[in-house]
Protein backbone atom coordinates (compact mmCIF):
# COMPACT_ATOMS: atom_id res chain seq x y z
CA UNK A 1 0.00 0.00 0.00
CA UNK A 2 2.73 2.93 0.83
CA UNK A 3 4.70 1.89 -2.22
CA UNK A 4 1.24 2.32 -4.61
CA UNK A 5 0.44 5.69 -2.87
CA UNK A 6 4.51 6.56 -3.64
CA UNK A 7 3.54 6.07 -6.81
CA UNK A 8 0.50 8.24 -6.88
CA UNK A 9 2.42 11.01 -5.66
CA UNK A 10 5.39 10.12 -7.89
CA UNK A 11 3.44 10.29 -10.98
CA UNK A 12 5.74 6.95 -11.77
CA UNK A 13 4.51 4.26 -13.27
CA UNK A 14 4.33 0.47 -11.73
CA UNK A 15 4.59 -2.37 -13.38
CA UNK A 16 1.94 -4.30 -11.00
CA UNK A 17 -0.51 -1.60 -11.43
CA UNK A 18 -3.11 -1.96 -13.52
CA UNK A 19 -2.13 -0.84 -16.89
CA UNK A 20 -3.29 -0.09 -20.27
CA UNK A 21 -0.64 -1.19 -23.33
CA UNK A 22 2.46 1.30 -23.55
CA UNK A 23 1.48 3.94 -25.97
CA UNK A 24 -2.50 3.99 -25.40
CA UNK A 25 -4.75 6.47 -24.19
CA UNK A 26 -8.41 5.57 -23.49
CA UNK A 27 -10.79 8.82 -22.55
CA UNK A 28 -14.35 6.54 -20.86
CA UNK A 29 -16.98 8.82 -20.73
CA UNK A 30 -20.02 8.42 -18.12
CA UNK A 31 -23.88 8.19 -18.84
CA UNK A 32 -24.53 11.27 -20.97
CA UNK A 33 -28.60 11.06 -20.93
CA UNK A 34 -29.49 13.84 -23.41
CA UNK A 35 -26.78 16.65 -22.11
CA UNK A 36 -25.83 17.68 -25.20
CA UNK A 37 -24.67 21.12 -23.86
CA UNK A 38 -22.00 19.03 -21.35
CA UNK A 39 -21.59 16.31 -24.02
CA UNK A 40 -20.17 19.60 -26.48
CA UNK A 41 -18.31 20.70 -23.32
CA UNK A 42 -16.28 17.29 -22.65
CA UNK A 43 -15.55 16.66 -26.30
CA UNK A 44 -13.60 19.64 -26.53
CA UNK A 45 -11.83 18.99 -23.17
CA UNK A 46 -11.39 15.64 -24.39
CA UNK A 47 -9.89 16.83 -27.86
CA UNK A 48 -7.50 19.85 -26.26
CA UNK A 49 -5.98 16.97 -23.56
CA UNK A 50 -4.98 14.99 -26.18
CA UNK A 51 -3.96 17.56 -28.59
CA UNK A 52 -1.85 18.67 -25.74
CA UNK A 53 -0.28 14.95 -24.37
CA UNK A 54 2.13 13.11 -25.92
CA UNK A 55 1.77 11.09 -29.09
CA UNK A 56 -0.54 8.34 -28.43
CA UNK A 57 -3.36 5.93 -29.83
CA UNK A 58 -6.17 7.21 -28.58
CA UNK A 59 -9.52 5.74 -28.02
CA UNK A 60 -12.69 7.31 -26.27
CA UNK A 61 -15.05 4.92 -24.98
CA UNK A 62 -18.77 6.36 -24.22
CA UNK A 63 -20.40 3.86 -21.90
CA UNK A 64 -23.72 3.57 -22.82
CA UNK A 65 -27.25 5.51 -22.43
CA UNK A 66 -26.75 7.98 -24.28
CA UNK A 67 -30.20 8.67 -24.21
CA UNK A 68 -33.17 9.50 -22.38
CA UNK A 69 -34.28 11.83 -19.43
CA UNK A 70 -31.84 14.35 -20.92
CA UNK A 71 -33.72 17.27 -23.02
CA UNK A 72 -31.78 16.24 -26.79
CA UNK A 73 -30.80 12.27 -26.63
CA UNK A 74 -31.41 12.62 -30.81
CA UNK A 75 -28.81 15.59 -30.69
CA UNK A 76 -26.37 13.26 -28.36
CA UNK A 77 -26.66 10.12 -30.87
CA UNK A 78 -25.66 12.42 -33.91
CA UNK A 79 -23.00 14.07 -31.89
CA UNK A 80 -21.56 10.49 -30.72
CA UNK A 81 -21.88 9.47 -34.38
CA UNK A 82 -20.46 12.46 -36.21
CA UNK A 83 -17.34 12.17 -33.55
CA UNK A 84 -17.05 8.95 -34.69
CA UNK A 85 -15.78 10.16 -38.00
CA UNK A 86 -13.19 11.78 -36.70
CA UNK A 87 -11.70 9.75 -34.22
CA UNK A 88 -11.94 6.11 -32.88
CA UNK A 89 -14.74 6.45 -30.85
CA UNK A 90 -16.60 3.29 -29.12
CA UNK A 91 -19.82 3.15 -27.53
CA UNK A 92 -21.59 0.70 -25.29
CA UNK A 93 -25.19 -0.04 -25.50
CA UNK A 94 -26.55 0.83 -21.83
CA UNK A 95 -29.78 -0.46 -20.17
CA UNK A 96 -32.13 2.83 -21.36
CA UNK A 97 -30.64 2.08 -25.38
CA UNK A 98 -32.04 -1.18 -25.08
CA UNK A 99 -35.55 -0.07 -23.94
CA UNK A 100 -35.68 2.40 -26.76
CA UNK A 101 -34.73 -0.24 -29.49
CA UNK A 102 -37.39 -2.40 -27.95
CA UNK A 103 -39.77 -0.14 -27.46
CA UNK A 104 -40.39 0.10 -31.31
CA UNK A 105 -42.80 -2.78 -31.37
CA UNK A 106 -43.27 -3.67 -27.54
CA UNK A 107 -45.98 -1.78 -25.93
CA UNK A 108 -44.99 -3.23 -22.54
CA UNK A 109 -41.75 -1.78 -22.73
CA UNK A 110 -42.67 1.33 -24.74
CA UNK A 111 -44.72 2.00 -21.74
CA UNK A 112 -42.05 0.93 -19.41
CA UNK A 113 -39.59 3.12 -21.59
CA UNK A 114 -41.82 6.53 -21.22
CA UNK A 115 -41.83 5.81 -17.52
CA UNK A 116 -37.78 5.54 -17.42
CA UNK A 117 -36.87 8.88 -19.42
CA UNK A 118 -37.81 8.09 -22.67
CA UNK A 119 -40.60 10.68 -23.24
CA UNK A 120 -38.08 13.34 -23.63
CA UNK A 121 -35.97 11.13 -26.14
CA UNK A 122 -38.89 11.21 -28.63
CA UNK A 123 -39.58 14.84 -27.91
CA UNK A 124 -35.99 14.91 -28.84
CA UNK A 125 -36.84 13.51 -32.52
CA UNK A 126 -39.58 16.09 -33.12
CA UNK A 127 -42.68 14.25 -31.71
CA UNK A 128 -44.79 17.26 -30.27
CA UNK A 129 -45.29 16.90 -26.42
CA UNK A 130 -48.89 17.86 -25.93
CA UNK A 131 -49.73 15.23 -28.65
CA UNK A 132 -46.87 12.53 -27.09
CA UNK A 133 -49.49 12.97 -23.66
CA UNK A 134 -52.44 13.07 -24.98
CA UNK A 135 -52.78 9.98 -26.70
CA UNK A 136 -52.20 6.05 -25.66
CA UNK A 137 -49.01 4.15 -25.03
CA UNK A 138 -49.71 2.30 -29.03
CA UNK A 139 -50.24 6.25 -30.76
CA UNK A 140 -46.86 7.39 -28.60
CA UNK A 141 -45.28 4.32 -30.51
CA UNK A 142 -46.33 4.80 -33.69
CA UNK A 143 -45.35 8.61 -33.27
CA UNK A 144 -41.73 7.50 -32.31
CA UNK A 145 -41.80 4.86 -35.27
CA UNK A 146 -42.16 7.75 -37.69
CA UNK A 147 -40.40 10.05 -35.94
CA UNK A 148 -36.95 8.14 -35.45
CA UNK A 149 -34.95 7.18 -38.71
CA UNK A 150 -34.37 3.93 -39.31
CA UNK A 151 -30.81 4.10 -39.98
CA UNK A 152 -30.35 5.91 -36.48
CA UNK A 153 -32.06 2.37 -34.77
CA UNK A 154 -29.85 0.46 -36.35
CA UNK A 155 -26.44 2.53 -35.67
CA UNK A 156 -27.94 2.36 -31.87
CA UNK A 157 -28.04 -1.01 -32.45
CA UNK A 158 -24.71 -1.32 -33.41
CA UNK A 159 -23.42 -0.50 -30.02
CA UNK A 160 -21.23 -3.14 -28.04
CA UNK A 161 -21.70 -4.87 -24.72
CA UNK A 162 -17.82 -5.06 -24.00
CA UNK A 163 -14.56 -3.44 -24.78
CA UNK A 164 -11.20 -5.16 -23.32
CA UNK A 165 -8.01 -2.82 -23.58
CA UNK A 166 -5.28 -4.11 -21.38
CA UNK A 167 -5.92 -4.71 -17.40
CA UNK A 168 -9.55 -2.59 -18.09
CA UNK A 169 -12.66 -4.17 -19.27
CA UNK A 170 -15.14 -1.59 -19.91
CA UNK A 171 -19.19 -2.24 -19.48
CA UNK A 172 -22.28 -0.27 -18.48
CA UNK A 173 -22.91 -1.36 -15.79
CA UNK A 174 -20.78 -3.93 -14.21
CA UNK A 175 -20.43 -7.64 -14.57
CA UNK A 176 -21.85 -10.98 -12.63
CA UNK A 177 -18.62 -11.85 -9.92
CA UNK A 178 -19.50 -15.48 -10.34
CA UNK A 179 -19.19 -15.67 -13.93
CA UNK A 180 -15.95 -15.70 -16.53
CA UNK A 181 -16.03 -12.86 -18.69
CA UNK A 182 -16.24 -14.34 -21.89
CA UNK A 183 -19.65 -15.64 -20.53
CA UNK A 184 -21.53 -12.51 -19.41
CA UNK A 185 -24.69 -11.95 -19.93
CA UNK A 186 -25.99 -8.52 -21.99
CA UNK A 187 -28.95 -8.55 -19.72
CA UNK A 188 -26.34 -8.27 -16.57
CA UNK A 189 -23.55 -6.12 -18.41
CA UNK A 190 -26.34 -3.52 -19.21
CA UNK A 191 -27.99 -3.43 -15.72
CA UNK A 192 -26.47 -5.49 -13.30
CA UNK A 193 -25.90 -3.78 -9.65
CA UNK A 194 -25.68 -6.03 -6.99
CA UNK A 195 -23.59 -8.32 -6.61
CA UNK A 196 -21.18 -6.51 -8.51
CA UNK A 197 -21.23 -3.14 -6.19
CA UNK A 198 -20.85 -4.70 -3.47
CA UNK A 199 -18.15 -7.40 -4.84
CA UNK A 200 -14.54 -6.80 -2.59
CA UNK A 201 -12.30 -9.13 -4.35
CA UNK A 202 -9.91 -8.84 -7.39
CA UNK A 203 -11.39 -9.79 -10.49
CA UNK A 204 -8.29 -10.08 -12.62
CA UNK A 205 -9.34 -6.75 -14.25
CA UNK A 206 -10.45 -3.66 -13.56
CA UNK A 207 -14.19 -3.07 -14.94
CA UNK A 208 -14.75 0.83 -15.62
CA UNK A 209 -18.85 1.28 -15.57
CA UNK A 210 -21.31 3.64 -15.14
CA UNK A 211 -24.94 3.15 -14.41
CA UNK A 212 -25.09 3.51 -10.89
CA UNK A 213 -24.94 7.20 -10.06
CA UNK A 214 -22.40 8.48 -7.59
CA UNK A 215 -21.55 11.83 -6.20
CA UNK A 216 -17.86 11.79 -7.55
CA UNK A 217 -16.12 8.99 -9.44
CA UNK A 218 -15.91 5.39 -7.15
CA UNK A 219 -12.14 3.79 -7.42
CA UNK A 220 -13.09 1.19 -5.43
CA UNK A 221 -9.83 -0.85 -6.52
CA UNK A 222 -11.66 -3.65 -8.33
CA UNK A 223 -13.86 -1.16 -10.20
CA UNK A 224 -14.21 2.28 -11.41
CA UNK A 225 -17.74 4.01 -11.60
CA UNK A 226 -17.95 7.19 -12.86
CA UNK A 227 -21.68 7.95 -13.76
CA UNK A 228 -22.29 11.17 -12.21
CA UNK A 229 -25.57 11.85 -12.76
CA UNK A 230 -25.66 14.41 -15.39
CA UNK A 231 -28.86 14.77 -16.41
CA UNK A 232 -29.91 15.80 -12.55
CA UNK A 233 -25.87 17.23 -11.67
CA UNK A 234 -25.20 19.05 -14.42
CA UNK A 235 -21.60 17.44 -14.16
CA UNK A 236 -20.14 14.46 -16.81
CA UNK A 237 -17.36 13.00 -16.02
CA UNK A 238 -14.25 11.16 -18.02
CA UNK A 239 -11.87 8.62 -16.71
CA UNK A 240 -8.50 9.29 -18.48
CA UNK A 241 -6.07 5.92 -18.53
CA UNK A 242 -2.66 5.94 -19.65
CA UNK A 243 0.25 3.71 -18.48
CA UNK A 244 -0.63 2.63 -14.92
CA UNK A 245 -2.09 6.63 -14.39
CA UNK A 246 -5.73 7.79 -13.73
CA UNK A 247 -7.15 11.26 -13.99
CA UNK A 248 -10.18 12.53 -14.72
CA UNK A 249 -12.44 15.79 -16.56
CA UNK A 250 -15.39 17.05 -16.14
CA UNK A 251 -17.87 19.18 -17.45
CA UNK A 252 -19.83 20.79 -14.92
CA UNK A 253 -23.07 23.64 -15.44
CA UNK A 254 -22.52 26.02 -12.67
CA UNK A 255 -25.49 27.90 -10.80
CA UNK A 256 -25.35 30.64 -13.36
CA UNK A 257 -25.94 28.07 -16.40
CA UNK A 258 -22.28 28.46 -17.86
CA UNK A 259 -20.44 25.05 -18.31
CA UNK A 260 -17.25 24.26 -17.55
CA UNK A 261 -14.97 22.09 -18.69
CA UNK A 262 -11.32 20.55 -17.40
CA UNK A 263 -9.51 18.58 -15.08
CA UNK A 264 -11.49 17.16 -12.37
CA UNK A 265 -9.98 16.49 -8.67
CA UNK A 266 -10.95 13.52 -6.97
CA UNK A 267 -10.42 12.85 -2.81
CA UNK A 268 -8.21 10.07 -2.26
Known amino acids: MLQFIKSLLSGKEDADLPALPMGQRVYAIGDIHGRLDLFEALIAAVEEDDALAPTADTTVILLGDLVDRGPDSAGVVRRARAWQAQRNVRILCGNHEEMFLRSFDNADMMRHFMRHGGRETVQSYGVDRKALGAGSVEEAQAMMVQA???QELAYIASFEDMIQLG?????????????PLAEQRPQDLRWIREPFLSHSEPYGTVVVHGHTISDQPEDKGNRIGIDTGAYASGRLTALVLEGSRRRYLEAAMSEDGTIKAGPRAVPA
Open 167 to 179: DYVFVHAGIDPEV
Open 148 to 150: VPS
